[in-house]
């Protein structure tokens, strides 16, 4: 079972991360899906989002979770039943969850030198001149990145900008945390981000700030 890591944040709240090596059928084993599940994965046509939709459940088995524990709102936001909060991510061949007693989100991506092309959509770029190094700046921009959507997941309401209501406060890429707030309209929430980065990909992880 390819568990790539656990990460416990604090006592209530959980990061597992799997590294998707099986095929489609071995992953199938031992998970149940709810019908509407069932249906969907089988609509997929790409082999890994259907290998990483079925090893999203797995992750949740390690927290005692199944399938049919987990449901979507309007806004495609997964919640499960009781009183934990979870968020969901997949990118090429890792998979991750974060469960929480809070409200949270969290992002994978793959780190690509395309980001840099298309900075200047999610983050005002002028913040990042003083990297000399591409490679250097990529990897911020990447976390930038996972840190927005993670917050844009957990906020999910429709009509939030990445570059107009979420600001990340600059960081050092050896910190491995920084803080971030969503501004929408007579909304403003504040978070706290961690984020890491393995074999090419980065992930980031929020959770609602108590401060």
């Known amino acids: 079972m390819p568990l790539y890591k656990t990460i416990t944040v604090n006592p209530n709240t959980k990061v597992f991360i799997w590294k998707i090596e099986?095929?489609?059928?071995?992953?199938?084993?031992?998970?149940?899906?709810?019908?509407?599940?069932?249906?969907?994965?089988?609509?997929?046509?790409?082999?890994?989002?259907r290998r990483g939709f079925m090893s999203i459940r797995h992750l949740m088995a390690l927290d005692g979770y199944t399938d049919h524990d987990l449901y979507y709102d309007e806004h495609g936001k997964p919640h499960l039943t009781g009183d934990k909060h979870i968020s969901i991510t997949h990118s090429f061949n890792f998979a991750a969850i974060i469960i929480s007693d809070i409200e949270v989100g969290i992002d994978i991506e793959m780190q690509r030198h395309k980001i840099l092309r298309i900075a200047h959509k999610f983050t005002p770029l002028k913040a990042y001149k003083i990297f000399a190094n591409e490679d250097a700046l990529m990897r911020k921009l990447t976390i930038v990145w996972c840190a927005k959507e993670s917050l844009y997941k957990s906020f999910a309401e429709k009509g939030v900008s990445f570059l107009e209501h979420i600001y990340v406060e600059d960081f050092n890429l050896d910190e491995n945390k920084t803080t971030a707030t969503v501004t929408y309209e007579d909304k403003q929430q504040k978070y706290d981000v961690d984020f890491l980065e393995f074999e090419q990909f980065t992930c980031a992880y929020a959770l609602i700030s108590e401060k």
Do not use: P
Request: charged content about 20%; some cysteine; aromatic content about 4%.
């Open 22 to 49: 099986e095929s489609f059928e071995a992953l199938s084993q031992g998970i149940q899906l709810t019908d509407n599940c069932a249906t969907r994965v089988n609509n997929m046509k790409s082999d890994l989002h």
